[in-house]
């Protein structure tokens, strides 16, 4: 592992939601990048953030939140959702635009912590 932390991409509608993950995320020893908006999503892609992984909390956006998780999946930026609710229709959208994992809220932070670094750092 490198001597700097590795950065996460914390992107959620909820201010107070993104400030605790940031908080916590920061206590795992990692440095965060966050989009409260899919502009700001937007404006992190287009400047190609050195990202290891994308924490995405898509309560708030609707259907728009798609074609950028779409985005960091075609951008090698391995993907966690954070959804509100667990349905066929949900899950099958989330995999479908690159998600590799869908958490369900209310999320226990030992389980988020464990997949966090899970997906970055997986057992071969």
Same mark, same amino acid.
């Given at each position: /592992? $490198? $001597? $700097?932390?590795?950065?996460?991409?914390?992107?959620? $509608?909820?201010?107070?939601? #993104?400030? &605790?993950?940031?908080?916590?995320?920061?206590? +795992?020893?990692? !440095?965060?990048? =966050?989009?409260? !908006?899919?502009? *700001?999503?937007? %404006?992190? +892609?287009?400047?190609?953030?050195?990202?290891?992984?994308?924490?995405?909390?898509? %309560?708030?956006?609707?259907?728009?939140?798609?074609? =950028?998780?779409?985005?960091?999946?075609? /951008?090698?930026?391995?993907?966690? +959702?954070?959804?509100? =609710?667990?349905?066929?229709? &949900?899950? #099958?959208?989330?995999?479908?635009?690159?998600? #590799? %994992?869908?958490?369900?809220?209310?999320?226990? *932070?030992?389980? +988020?912590?464990? !997949?966090?670094?899970?997906?970055?750092?997986?057992?071969?």
């Amino acid at each position: /592992m $490198s $001597s $700097s932390p590795e950065k996460l991409l914390i992107v959620g $509608s909820n201010p107070r939601n #993104q400030e &605790l993950l940031v908080e916590f995320v920061a206590k +795992l020893g990692y !440095t965060t990048l =966050r989009a409260d !908006t899919l502009e *700001m999503l937007d %404006t992190l +892609l287009d400047d190609a953030p050195q990202a290891a992984f994308a924490l995405v909390d898509i %309560t708030g956006f609707g259907n728009a939140i798609w074609s =950028r998780c779409a985005r960091l999946h075609e /951008m090698d930026i391995p993907l966690l +959702l954070i959804a509100p =609710r667990q349905s066929l229709a &949900l899950k #099958q959208l989330g995999f479908a635009h690159g998600a #590799q %994992t869908i958490l369900q809220k209310p999320v226990g *932070m030992k389980d +988020l912590a464990d !997949t966090i670094r899970g997906l970055l750092h997986p057992k071969v």
